[in-house]
């Protein structure tokens, strides 16, 4: 017992150590905080009905001893007035022997069937596309440095998961250039909104150091007041390799790569979200901001996104059920390749 409660107390002085470390990190930027120019433009909510498109995708994968199995699907509601929601949904299954970055690889296969669903529905012409992520993170779509190699010397000898997972980012890319082709030419706003951003663009600027991001920085400026940010460009991570290999292939170039973010808090004291939308629809700013004005619950959350999220996740009981579907299919056609395909890595049983 004395043992416990000396581990108990060990824990618990790191902890109140760390708590003051971060307090006392925070407070020192108060003078800066406070010297800082914030201010939140409101904005009233549409007085017109719309209809607008809303994505998001939903991921589960399982690792074994001789690769992983993936499964990805995607949700796009399209939300009219007084209308029932019209849903559209595709899925998709695969398998990789990739050794790392898998979560970003199926990431991706998720990505590339948000993005075909808005594409096959776009005709229906929304009033507003929405996604579900900052369109930044669409555009950089963080390359592993194992593909690297790729951008330069193109196709490989002979094929690999890694190749795999280069094709897959290429794959994407394309569709997402698509996607800010077609919403130019018919003139519909695309916005990427992330309900949880991660971003320093504002937080950098204004020198807070590493313990801030623009959400919990805006949060504390805000004190309690609603509304909206000024633009301001979304920078974001250029690698030179990838940069050259897409402009050959007029991919994300010109005003295609170039994006104005905005921050707003809809509620007092609720969470910051993050807006994205391409910088040639700079124009088209006032109407985004009554837009997302007009979408919210009432709590500061954008309703659609969170019905939408809830139709796109996958949840644990299904994809586990769905795992054992294809363990027992196999099974049943070759015990011998399901016996070496799924059998349980030495981490999972021992960490």
């Not at 790729?150 to 890694?162: A, K, L, M, Q």
């Amino acid at each position: 017992m004395p043992d416990i409660e000396d581990k108990s107390e060990h824990w618990l002085s790191t902890l109140r150590n760390f708590s003051s470390v971060i307090l006392e990190e925070i407070r020192s930027k108060g003078d800066k905080l406070q010297s800082i120019k914030f201010s939140l433009s409101d904005s009233s909510p549409l007085d017109k009905d719309v209809t607008s498109l809303w994505v998001d995708g939903g991921n589960a994968h399982f690792d074994f001893v001789g690769g992983s199995w993936f499964i990805v699907k995607a949700a796009a509601g399209f939300f009219s007035s007084g209308e029932k929601i019209k849903w559209h949904e595709k899925t998709s299954t695969g398998f990789t022997t990739l050794p790392r970055n898998i979560d970003r690889f199926v990431g991706i296969h998720r990505d590339i069937l948000e993005v075909e669903c808005v594409l096959e529905l776009i005709e229906k012409k929304p009033d507003f596309i929405v996604l579900d992520n900052s369109l930044t993170t669409y555009a950089n779509m963080g390359v592993p440095h194992s593909l690297l190699k790729f951008f330069e010397s193109g196709e490989p000898i002979e094929e690999s998961s890694e190749y795999d997972f280069f094709r897959a980012f290429i794959d994407f890319k394309k569709r997402f250039n698509a996607l800010i082709q077609q919403c130019k030419i018919l003139d519909i706003p695309l916005i990427g909104a992330a309900k949880d951003p991660k971003s320093r663009l504002l937080a950098r600027k204004w020198g807070l150091g590493k313990n801030f991001i623009d959400s919990s920085a805006i949060s504390l400026l805000a004190k309690g007041n609603t509304g909206f940010t000024e633009a301001m460009e979304a920078k974001y991570l250029r690698i030179s390799r990838v940069e050259k290999y897409l402009e050959k292939r007029s991919l994300l170039t010109g005003d295609r790569g170039r994006f104005q973010s905005i921050f707003g808090i809809l509620q007092p004291y609720s969470r910051v979200f993050r807006v994205d939308f391409p910088e040639f629809q700079q124009s088209k700013l006032y109407d985004i901001r009554k837009f997302l004005v007009a979408m919210h619950d009432g709590n500061g959350y954008l309703l659609p996104s969170h019905v939408v999220h809830n139709r796109a996740t996958i949840p644990d009981r299904l994809s586990d059920g769905l795992s054992q579907l294809v363990m027992s299919s196999v099974a049943k056609e070759d015990m011998e390749i399901a016996t070496f395909l799924f059998g349980p890595q030495r981490r999972s049983k021992f960490g």
